[in-house]
């Protein structure tokens, strides 16, 4: 079975720039997270969506970023413009409907995001 | 507010040994549900283990184990018979009730294995 696909894995851009990335989740997931991870600040959740509705994007840093999920298999974050301080990696995460509080997140391989 | 600590920023083992990864969480909810990731050097990460806040016994998945205390808020991951690929960065993650679906993770521990 295909697991959480993510694009690019490497992403190199100049500041300035627009930066997309893209997920596909696992089919029959519900639900879709964005997070972000630095050495600085860890594992942070950007966003997520449950039956693509965003339902909390309260971790978003700034208006920079913005995050869609047109269809239940596919999802981009956008940052734009790109700052060096956006350089991190971007993880992607579904996990199925039903299972509650056990149901475990499965991850993308994310995409790393340099800004120079 | 939801917090998760792991106080252990690298921790080394000889191979075939145990070690213990601490991680004390901090919540309000009477449910929540507590998970340990792996993240080797490729990045990757890996669902170990699960145990929810009112599971009577510490959940286990074959060398994984998790030493639950509730009364202490810790949920320590214990990996026994250390092999060389356990050599990663592990993390504590918490699901509380009111969260809906989001984990909130710790900072890590890196674990070395030593031949």
């Known amino acids: 079975d295909a697991g959480v696909i993510q694009s690019p894995r490497h992403e190199v851009t100049e500041m300035g720039q627009e930066v997309t990335l893209r997920c596909k989740p696992i089919s029959g997931h519900n639900s879709l997270f964005w997070y972000r991870q630095t050495m600085m600040r860890g594992l942070e959740l950007l966003i997520y969506?449950?039956?693509?509705?965003?339902?909390?994007d309260s971790g978003m840093p700034e208006d920079r970023f913005s995050a869609k999920m047109p269809n239940a298999s596919f999802s981009t974050l956008k940052i734009q413009p790109s700052e060096p301080r956006d350089s991190a990696v971007y993880f992607c995460?579904?996990?199925?409907?039903?299972?509650?509080?056990?149901?475990?997140?499965?991850f993308g391989e994310g995409s790393r995001l340099t800004v120079l | 507010a939801q917090k998760i600590t792991q106080t252990q920023p690298g921790m080394f083992v000889q191979e075939k040994e145990a070690v213990t990864l601490d991680c004390t969480y901090d919540t309000s909810d009477p449910s929540y549900g507590l998970f340990w990731y792996k993240q080797p050097s490729s990045g990757e990460m890996i669902f170990l283990i699960y145990q929810g806040s009112y599971d009577q016994q510490n959940a286990t998945e074959g060398r994984y184990s998790l030493n639950f205390q509730k009364a202490r808020k810790s949920a320590n991951l214990v990996i026994s018979a250390s092999q060389l690929g356990d050599s990663a960065m592990y993390f504590c993650a918490m699901r509380p009730q009111t969260g809906a679906n989001n984990l909130f993770f710790g900072t890590g521990t890196r674990l070395t294995v030593i031949p």
């Open positions: 995460a579904s996990s199925p409907p039903g299972t509650g509080m056990a149901g475990e997140l499965f």
């Open positions: 969506f449950n039956n693509n509705v965003p339902i909390d």
